[in-house]
């Protein structure tokens, strides 16, 4: 998606989730908005059942909102549970996702696991391969390529799983976690990487993070509670 200069990678506009009704109705997140610029990475904080997972879900287009809007790219994706584009089909080519656990497939290499995510969207096997390669070199494990997963650390793991979410040059990309099962040298490497892809590919990027370390890496920090934003 070619979006122009200065629209901002994702948007959310007064997002509300409500789970249940009547005497069961729990509200999962309060008049939520947030503008991300490309190029911007914002770590979300907040203790458990703030309200994080499900803003993050919300805007990777997995758990839509009751009512509010989305917009990716400029595009509007949501507006209120409506989705406006083929959900699936757009997760795939303009979201990337990072999780607390790398979620490589075990039987592929970590070549395979970055092709993968080009060929379902219908790249060339020999393109496929060729962009993972770059996407493994840009990301400094090119001659890890051939290993499986099992032969990689955590952190060359996560690092296969940024490539794998970067594939497809999408102007989000989502992370939850993802440092909390590295000490605190890889971790670091890794929300270090977060700013280097941002900055070089235009991407947005936001990470839900209990991991206090590294947020001087973050251009903001935000924090969710009681399923409402501080800090924007």
């Not at 999780?99 to 790249?123: H, R, S």
């Not at 290993?147 to 955590?154: D, E, T």
């Amino acid at each position: 998606m070619n979006a122009a200069s200065g629209t901002p990678a994702m948007e959310a506009v007064a997002l509300t989730k409500i789970y249940g009704a009547g005497n069961t109705e729990v509200v999962g997140m309060k008049d939520v908005s947030l503008r991300l610029d490309r190029g911007e990475v914002v770590a979300l904080l907040g203790p458990s059942g703030a309200g994080k997972s499900t803003f993050l879900t919300a805007v990777g287009l997995i758990n839509p909102p009751t009512s509010g809007r989305i917009l990716i790219g400029g595009e509007t994706v949501m507006d209120g549970p409506q989705a406006r584009v083929d959900v699936r089909a757009f997760r795939r080519r303009h979201l990337g996702f990072v999780f607390q656990k790398a979620n490589l497939i075990p039987f592929l290499t970590a070549l395979e696991n970055v092709a993968v995510a080009l060929e379902i969207n219908d790249v060339a096997p020999a393109a496929a391969r060729r962009r993972a390669l770059e996407l493994l070199d840009y990301l400094g494990v090119a001659d890890r390529a051939g290993n499986h997963p099992s032969a990689l650390s955590g952190g060359q793991q996560q690092r296969v799983a940024v490539a794998r979410a970067l594939a497809n040059e999408p102007n989000l990309i989502l992370a939850d976690e993802p440092t909390a099962a590295l000490d605190s040298q890889r971790g670091r490497q890794v929300m270090e990487l977060f700013r280097q892809v941002a900055r070089e590919r235009g991407a947005g990027v936001i990470v839900v993070t209990h991991d206090q370390r590294s947020l001087e890496v973050f251009d903001r920090t935000l924090e969710m509670e009681d399923g409402r934003l501080r800090g924007t």
